[in-house]
């Protein structure tokens, strides 16, 4: 999968994306990440990219012709790529768009700074639109970054054969169980025994009891989304009762 990221500031993303899990990926060539600079595809001599505002206001807008050029050099390589622009005005990001964009072959993602980009960019040449949350960061770089590692992670072979992100947060909309390592004692918090029983239909029947409490109690509005079987449904009713009862005996 190739990432092409336009923004004002290529330096950025030199660290990032080259360290760790993501940098193993670009090295196998199972994705290719390349920054441009939309200042390149200016025309006047102070390479300017922004202006101020029609009807005034504060601050400076991104003007359109720098950013168009930027796009047309690369869909002039691969007219199909898709175009993200990262804002927080976009659809919420989530790990269900992480999946569906990590099965398309290319993505160009704008990165805005200042008042963010002339709207014609929207109007004409962006396909998508994406949030990383409500709040209001300095530029998308970050956003993108965000965006190109969760679904990077997704792509096959990305995180390796022993590592599956089919057992993280979200997927089938649960939170992910409790992990532990050595040490078995920490200071009087010990590991379930369960863990290190070596009996895997126990341990998995653990992890999704517990997958299911973490999610019931954290976030519940998942729930409604998730894949639950009869049993885990009783398991949750039994357990949010009980968890009912404790906090009234407790006056909560
Ligand atoms: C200061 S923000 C502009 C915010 C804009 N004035 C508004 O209120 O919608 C500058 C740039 O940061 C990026 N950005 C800021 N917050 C973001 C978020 N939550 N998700 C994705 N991108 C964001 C966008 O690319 C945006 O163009």
């Given at each position: 999968m190739r990432f092409d990221i336009l923004t004002l500031f290529p330096d950025m993303f030199s660290s990032p994306l080259r360290e760790s899990i993501l940098g193993k990926a670009v090295e196998k060539g199972l994705i290719q990440?390349?920054?441009?600079?939309?200042?390149?595809?200016?025309l006047d001599k102070h390479q300017v990219v922004d202006d101020t505002p029609y009807g005034g206001g504060q601050g400076m807008v991104m003007k359109v012709e720098p950013i168009a050029r930027a796009i047309e050099s690369v869909k002039s390589q691969n007219p199909s790529a898709r175009v993200v622009y990262l804002t927080p005005q976009g659809r919420?990001?989530?790990?269900?768009?992480?999946?569906?964009?990590?099965t398309e072959p290319h993505l160009i993602l704008l990165c805005g700074r200042y008042e963010g980009v002339d709207e014609r960019v929207r109007q004409l040449l962006i396909d998508e639109e994406i949030s990383i949350g409500d709040y209001v960061l300095t530029g998308g770089e970050l956003a993108a970054m965000v965006l190109v590692d969760a679904v990077s992670?997704?792509?096959p072979g990305v995180l390796g054969c022993d590592r599956s992100a089919e057992e993280d947060s979200f997927f089938n909309f649960l939170l992910e169980y409790p992990q532990y390592t050595r040490p078995f004692n920490f200071k009087g918090s010990c590991v379930p025994e369960v863990l290190l029983s070596g009996n895997h239909s126990a341990i998995s029947f653990w992890r999704k009891r517990e997958a299911l409490r973490r999610t019931a109690l954290r976030r519940p509005d998942l729930l409604a989304k998730a894949n639950?079987?009869?049993?885990d449904k009783k398991f949750l009713e039994e357990m949010l009762g009980q968890n009912r009862r404790e906090k009234a005996r407790n006056g909560v």
């Open positions: 990440i390349r920054t441009i600079n939309i200042r390149d595809f200016t919420p990001f989530s790990q269900d768009l992480a999946r569906s964009l990590s992670r997704l792509i639950l079987s009869e049993e």
